[in-house]
């Protein structure tokens, strides 16, 4: 998201069903300077993998659950 408020498209089209890679993923936010993160995901040996750039829990809370929300509207729009 950038300071507007906006989500920021990640330049290759969008297709629901094709996974992207983690590393593509990552180096996008880092070239667009993302202010604050949370990752989420599984390593290697499926285990689950939690971490944020904020303190406050309750903010990367927010942030998660708004991007919950934004994914939950693009399904509706199908």
Same mark, same amino acid.
């Given at each position: 998201?950038?300071?507007?408020?906006?989500?920021?498209?990640?330049?290759?089209?969008?297709?629901?069903?094709?996974?992207?890679? %983690?590393?593509?993923? *990552?180096?996008? &936010?880092?070239?667009?300077?993302? =202010?604050? $993160?949370?990752?989420?995901?599984?390593?290697?040996?499926?285990?689950?993998?939690?971490?944020?750039?904020?303190?406050?829990?309750?903010? %990367?809370?927010?942030? *998660?659950?708004? &991007?919950?929300?934004?994914?939950? =509207?693009? $399904?509706?729009?199908?």
């Amino acid at each position: 998201m950038n300071d507007n408020g906006n989500i920021i498209q990640f330049p290759k089209p969008f297709d629901p069903y094709e996974d992207v890679p %983690a590393n593509d993923i *990552l180096n996008f &936010a880092i070239e667009h300077g993302l =202010k604050d $993160v949370v990752i989420v995901g599984w390593d290697n040996e499926g285990k689950e993998f939690f971490s944020g750039s904020m303190a406050d829990g309750c903010e %990367a809370l927010w942030l *998660l659950e708004r &991007a919950k929300y934004r994914l939950m =509207k693009v $399904v509706d729009n199908e």
